[in-house]
Nanobody, 124 residues
């Protein structure tokens, strides 16, 4: 079992930055590729970003490319999502997820473990 706990969400204004964290416990963190997903009210959950086990490869949704940066610190068992130039369309609950897979990371299907989510609200 892997336990994931997100933090760092909040209410910000358009153009602001925010950093989300996801603390992992229970298994060896570097055994897992990690992803960030989000779900806005009335919408399906969507992929945001993913990173392979040692950070060698990163993937981003087109909607966040150039604004968001995913990273991880395997010594701290923590995943990060640095978000900048936020806008109202970024408002959602953000979830981190873990998978032992290294492919298809931009889909939610491979992910085995999920956090409870953290709310990000961007006001205009």
């Amino acid at each position: 079992q892997v336990q994931l706990v997100e933090s760092g969400g909040g209410l910000v204004q358009t153009g602001d930055s925010l950093r989300l964290s996801c603390a992992a416990s229970g298994r060896t963190f570097s055994d897992y590729s990690m992803g960030w997903f989000r779900q806005a009210p009335g919408k399906e959950r969507e992929f945001v970003a993913a990173i392979t086990r040692f950070g060698g490869t990163k993937y981003y949704a087109d909607s966040v490319k150039g604004r968001f940066t995913i990273s991880r610190d395997n010594t701290k068992n923590t995943l990060y999502l640095q978000m900048s130039t936020l806008n109202a369309e970024d408002t959602a609950v953000y979830y981190c997820a873990a998978t032992p897979r290294i492919t298809n990371l931009n889909s939610d299907r491979p992910y085995t473990y999920w956090g409870q989510g953290t709310q990000v609200t961007v006001s205009s």
